[in-house]
């Protein structure tokens, strides 16, 4: 990612958020847990944590069924902190979920906590309450590398995959009306409807499709193009007015930022040797190291 296109997504966000389409929001799902979420995981001893298997490098199931990612390695830093706060060993818990039903599981209890690559939005956060940031980046096109697309005008009448509930699907409609969406439950459906010339490009976040382009058989065959179109900042989520849970989640994180442990997961996921190289821009380090406030 070009310095410039870096720079441009950290400190025009708010500007950004006021030019992109909204998610629209359904009917709000019916929240059926409302006990604290820490005397809930101490009575049960189980962490459940909702996630995505394909959502590289931050959440996915490796050849032993196991998860793993960057987003998963932060979800165990809490699970570390929960079980020093109530005093007993808890199991951490990994449950699928997708875009469309990560906050209805959310809300119903049937999870605790959200850690994939949920953009925090404030139309989602009239749902569920957000963590700080944990990573930012930006939304662009995938396509085969001989494509002419190369920004979002070389879309009209052109077939653009995205992600169903998603802030990509409702930021392209708004960015190139002229488009035809094509909506997909995952994205690796979406990237086979892309190799089999079903759809003509594919929208995401930018490090989802540069995770896509380097787990494809072949990856000089896509290019990851286009300006951002959009400000993404990912966040763990959790059930609204639960401010105990909340700060344990956020401070476990910001001890991360401090002691550069949130640096070094970085680099095993995203760093030149990790699995999908995105390195870390120094502003968005800066802003990220920011969030942590003094411990006292």
Request: with cysteine; charged share 25%.
């Amino acid at each position: 990612m070009r310095r410039r296109t870096w720079v441009l997504a950290l400190l025009v966000s708010i500007g950004l958020g006021s030019c992109v389409a909204p998610k629209p929001i359904e009917e709000e799902p019916r929240t059926v847990q409302r006990e604290p979420t820490l005397r809930k995981i101490a009575k049960t001893g189980i962490f459940a944590v909702g996630t995505r298997p394909d959502a590289h490098p931050f959440s996915i199931l490796d050849r032993k069924g196991e998860y793993q990612g960057f987003s998963i390695d932060l979800a165990r830093m809490v699970h570390k902190q929960i079980e020093r706060e109530v005093g007993r060993l808890v199991e951490l818990k990994f449950v699928p979920v997708s875009s469309v039903t990560r906050i209805p599981r959310l809300l119903d209890g049937s999870i605790d906590m959200i850690a994939e690559v949920m953009t925090y939005t404030r139309e989602r956060d009239r749902l569920v309450d957000f963590s700080i940031i944990i990573f930012v980046t930006g939304q662009q096109l995938l396509v085969p590398a001989d494509s002419p697309i190369q920004k979002p005008a070389d879309l009209i009448r052109r077939r653009v995959g995205a992600l169903k509930e998603t802030t990509s699907a409702s930021t392209i409609q708004k960015v190139e009306p002229r488009a035809e969406l094509v909506l997909f439950e995952s994205a690796p459906l979406a990237f086979e409807a892309l190799q089999a010339n079903r759809i003509d490009a594919y929208t995401s976040d930018g490090v989802i499709l540069a995770g896509l382009k380097t787990l494809a058989g072949h990856p000089a065959d896509w290019e990851v193009v286009g300006e951002l179109l959009s400000y993404e900042p990912y966040a763990l989520a959790m059930r609204e007015n639960d401010s105990r849970f909340r700060d344990l989640v956020n401070h476990a994180l910001m001890e991360a930022l401090q002691n550069r442990e949130y640096i070094a997961l970085y680099n095993k996921w995203l760093g030149p040797s990790g699995l999908v190289p995105y390195p870390i821009p120094r502003e968005a380090q800066t802003f990220l190291l920011l969030q942590a406030v003094p411990p006292s």
